[in-house]
């Protein structure tokens, strides 16, 4: 059965497994410095190692309980969050107008269009909850 592991600063999703009488731990996913598991994820261990059990629904639920710090309490992982919006912002500004008009994959446009869409939205969402918070004042405007 497949577990979640830490090891330095990220989580793995391992399994282990007896060879010659030792036990020897299957590297399944590298699942970051906070242990996310998504669809991307799970497909992933799908193709690679079909034949090992994963209880999925039982290690997303470990994982958002157990393994995920409050976010308030670890700074580090906000000066990085700042540091990602940071480089995210100055990548989306870079695209240019020309540029993303030729380009051929339609399938590659259309999900480009939908993630900055998303992005918005979540942005949208956030900042309404933290002027409701009261951590924006009425007259500043988050953006």
């Given amino acids: 059965m497949a577990f979640i592991r830490k090891r330095g600063n990220a989580y793995y999703l391992v399994h282990n497994i007896r060879r010659d009488g030792r036990v020897l731990q299957l590297h399944l996913a590298c699942l970051g410095r906070r242990p996310l598991i998504n669809e991307d994820v799970i497909q992933g261990v799908k193709a690679k190692h079909p034949f090992v059990r994963v209880d999925w629904d039982g290690l997303k639920e470990k994982a958002s309980r157990e393994f995920v710090k409050p976010i308030e309490n670890d700074s580090e992982f906000l000066r990085q969050l700042i540091t990602q919006v940071r480089n995210c912002h100055l990548n989306i500004a870079d695209l240019q107008l020309p540029w993303f008009e030729i380009i051929r994959e339609r399938e590659l446009k259309t999900q480009l269009l939908t ?26 405007k988050p953006y």
């Fill in 115 to 140: 993630e900055l869409k998303l992005l918005r939205g979540t942005l949208d969402v956030k900042l309404h909850s933290s002027r409701r918070s009261g951590y924006l004042s009425l007259g500043e």
